[in-house]
């Protein structure tokens, strides 16, 4: 199958009992969460991605958030162990639509490692060391990927869920962030891009266009500036789970591609 996949998953019912560390609780609005959701898989698809939707899976408040329980290189995907045990039952039905594209491979105990810590840029993954992703699941990934030809950086971290929740990859060996979160000095390699609005450094790079949220002008200004064409939603609800616009898809190349 060539072409971008995503594989998505629709909003648990429980949605509003998710996990939270740096965000204050919100009450969340399901059917409108829902709805946000619903705009942005037709995102995807309006921009060429061949899309797998997962039903929801109503115990599991976070388990809409799919980027976080796989890393998905070219060659394997390598299946997570979350930080928040509350979310680690949501890998094997992740696991069974992984496994028609990659080979698995797991991450195993004590090792913790979330997919949201996961930058890849080209052959080079940047991983967060946060309070979701331990030493032992960076070393874990890197045992795993460094055979394949991939290097694994640590990048610190400070005040934020996960790395792409201050940095994100545009291409071009650019990377947008939030400097007052990241060590971008880590980021070797790659120009960086200063944020206007704290949250605003979680975008989904789709070929030559970057979602984002629509609730950060001034940053999707800067991004315009650059030369990449956007397209902002209104992701509102699924924000006050201290989300974004990443995790909630799971996005790689189809075999053949």
């Known amino acids: 199958m060539p072409g971008l996949v995503a594989i998505t998953r629709e909003v648990s ?55 976080d329980p796989a890393v998905v290189v070219d060659e394997a995907a390598i299946l997570t162990r979350m930080g928040a045990s509350s979310r680690r039952a949501e890998s094997q039905s992740l696991a069974e639509a992984l496994e028609r594209f990659r080979p698995l491979r797991w991450i195993e105990p004590p090792a913790t490692l979330e997919g949201g810590d996961v930058l890849r840029a080209g052959r080079t993954l940047f991983v967060g060391l946060s309070h979701r992703t331990n030493p032992a699941g960076i070393g874990q990934l890197a045992a795993h990927l460094t055979l394949l030809g991939y290097r694994v950086k640590p990048v610190p971290l400070r005040h934020c869920l996960h790395l792409k929740t201050g940095a994100c990859y545009l291409g071009n060996r650019t990377v947008l962030a939030n400097r007052e979160w990241v060590d971008v000095a880590a980021l070797e390699g790659c120009r960086v891009v200063e944020v206007a609005e704290p949250f605003a450094a979680n975008v989904l790079m789709i070929d030559d266009t970057v979602i984002m949220p629509d609730c950060f002008p001034a940053t999707r200004e800067i991004v315009e500036g650059l030369g990449w064409k956007v397209r902002a939603l209104d992701v509102s609800e699924l924000l006050k789970a201290e989300a974004g616009v990443t995790c909630m898809s799971l996005v790689f190349r189809g075999a053949g591609d």
């Open 13 to 67: 019912p429980s949605i509003a009992s998710c996990e939270v560390r740096f965000l204050e609780r919100q009450p969340i609005d399901y059917a409108t969460a829902v709805l946000q959701h619903r705009r942005y898989v037709e995102c995807l698809t309006e921009l060429g991605v061949f899309v797998i939707t997962l039903p929801a899976l109503p115990d599991l408040p976070d388990a809409v958030f799919v980027e």
